[in-house]
């Protein structure tokens, strides 16, 4: 029994040891970037591309999910807010959610799930077959060519699919609140004027900031650091994706508590 109990804690105990090292081996890439990325001429052709990949063959996804959970959250509000009499109420806490919180994390965790897990699998083959290495021997550091542009790509593309988000989610919400459920489109939009501000989606914006940097520095590091053969890649890039959705939910709370006090509702 008492042997038992003493592995457990040993066995607890490495655990907290290796993530406390996988955190300060994260924030030595994290500060590694940034002194790149000031200290040396951007590569912007590859930034560019990276912009194209991240941004731009997201849309359809973030498009989608922005559009159905605004129509979902809206039919939902209503038919509960249709009990007491609170249709008009349906717009503003639409557009409130979808620019506070609904907006920029699920379009962060869907970015998490396709571009994370591509760009953890994508630099985690070039890891296993030694294309890193490669790049060191001719002088190249694989975080000037390969983190950064990511890094910078996801801080630009994210807030950007974060706003179509926003936009298309209200936009869904007052479609099936005006169209579908009836309420009053003069009520529904000046309640929403009247009650959206801009700290709203201000808030929204700069979460979407702070979740791309999380997304590309968790993907490149797990990418960086995939262990050998097919099996290491693959555990590399579903480390990428849980990883970093869970740190953007966590991180969601803390800013969401943190901006609360700067920019109240």
């Not at 970037?33 to 591309?49: G, H, N, Y």
């Not at 869907?110 to 002088?139: C, F, H, N, P, Y």
């Not at 706003?163 to 479609?175: D, K, L, N, R």
Request: net charge neutral.
């Amino acid at each position: 029994m008492l042997r038992g109990t003493m592995e457990a804690v040993q066995r607890f105990r490495q655990l907290v040891i290796d993530q406390l090292n996988q955190l300060g081996s994260m924030l030595l890439l994290l500060l590694d970037i940034i002194k790149t990325t000031f200290s040396k001429r951007p590569r912007w052709l590859e930034t560019v591309d990276q912009t194209y990949k991240i941004g731009w063959q997201s849309q359809a996804v973030v498009v989608v999910t922005g559009a159905f959970t605004g129509m979902v959250f809206a039919a939902q509000i209503y038919w509960q807010f249709h009990k007491v009499k609170m249709d008009t109420a349906v717009g503003p806490v639409v557009s409130v959610a979808m620019a506070r919180e609904l907006g920029p994390v699920l379009t962060a965790l869907m970015v998490a799930g396709r571009v994370g897990a591509a760009i953890a699998a994508e630099l985690g083959t070039m890891k296993v077959t030694e294309q890193l290495d490669a790049m060191r021997s001719m002088g190249t550091a694989p975080v000037d060519y390969l983190a950064v542009p990511r890094f910078i790509a996801l801080m630009v593309g994210l807030p950007l699919l974060t706003a179509e988000s926003m936009f298309f989610g209200i936009y869904g919400g007052y479609f099936i609140g005006v169209h579908m459920c009836g309420v009053d489109r003069a009520y529904f939009l000046d309640h929403m004027y009247a009650w959206t501000s801009a700290k709203d989606v201000m808030s929204g914006l700069i979460k979407s900031v702070f979740f791309g940097m999380f997304i590309a520095l968790i993907s490149t590091y797990k990418g960086f650091n995939a262990d050998e053969g097919a099996e290491g890649v693959g555990r590399a890039t579903t480390e990428a994706v849980v990883v970093s959705s869970l740190t953007v939910l966590i991180a969601d709370f803390f800013l969401s508590v943190i901006f609360n006090r700067i920019m109240p509702v």
